[in-house]
């Protein structure tokens, strides 16, 4: 059974850059589309990236051009660095399979983006 840990969140100032990690378990990883999700405080949980298995990746139309999503096999591991930062972009980030596992939700990172 697959579970996330995520990391590499706080506070940063709009335009500012910060680089999500998520370490997963279970020797499987390696063979599913994952993706990084993210909930603000009363929306809902929306999806912002996602990786093949092979390294293919699509964006959230209002992340494109500002966050890369990537991934390493061999360390079990999906990064997703975040550059120029916005105010609304702060939320909690979670990694997930794509499509989602609801049932395996990590505690998920804390991203700030204030002045």
């Known amino acids: 059974q697959l579970q996330f840990v995520e990391s590499g969140g706080g506070l940063v100032q709009p335009g500012g850059s910060l680089r999500l990690s998520c370490v997963a378990s279970?020797?499987?990883?390696?063979?599913?589309?994952m993706g990084w999700y993210r909930q603000a405080p009363g929306k809902q949980r929306e999806l912002v990236a996602q990786?093949?298995?092979?390294?293919?990746?699509n964006y959230a139309d209002v992340v494109k051009g500002r966050f890369t999503i990537s991934r390493d096999n061999a360390k079990n591991t999906v990064y997703l660095q975040m550059n120029s930062l916005k105010p609304e972009e702060t939320a909690v980030y979670y990694c997930?399979?794509?499509?989602?596992?609801?049932?395996?939700w990590g505690q998920g990172t804390q991203v700030t983006v204030s002045s």
């Open positions: 997930n399979t794509f499509p989602a596992a609801p049932a395996i």
């Open positions: 279970g020797s499987v990883f390696k063979f599913y589309r």
């Open positions: 990786i093949s298995s092979g390294g293919s990746v």
